[in-house]
């Protein structure tokens, strides 16, 4: 009588897993995925640290770019406008 009454529960969940199989499946497939999707998009969102703190570049500017913007004209001193081309001439063609 008492292994009778230790079978039946363990039958019932087996019963109960033999009928939803595939349910439980796609809830363990689906949870799974979301679970990695979070974590993927945790890692990628986090900023990079390669452990080193320095200032922030970028408003850090080295001594050979400055001299390369001080040698910029600005637009209106050049004065060496191109001209087109007189006649007809077609767009598509070099």
């Known amino acids: 009588m008492k292994s009778n009454s230790i079978?039946?529960?363990l039958k019932s969940v087996i019963n109960l897993?033999?009928?939803?199989n595939f349910v439980i499946f796609v809830v363990i497939v689906s949870t799974g995925l979301m679970a990695s999707v979070l974590f993927l998009?945790?890692?990628l969102n986090r900023p990079y640290s390669n452990g080193s703190k320095t200032g922030d570049s970028?408003?850090?500017?080295?001594?050979?770019t400055m001299s390369?913007?001080?040698?910029?004209?600005p637009s209106a001193k050049n004065t060496s406008y191109k001209t087109a081309?007189?006649?007809r001439s077609s767009p598509f063609s070099e």
């Open 7 to 9: 079978n039946n529960p």
């Open 17 to 20: 897993v033999i009928r939803y």
């Open 41 to 43: 998009t945790d890692i």
């Open 58 to 64: 970028s408003t850090i500017f080295d001594t050979s």
């Open 68 to 73: 390369r913007l001080d040698t910029l004209q």
């Open 85 to 87: 081309p007189t006649g």
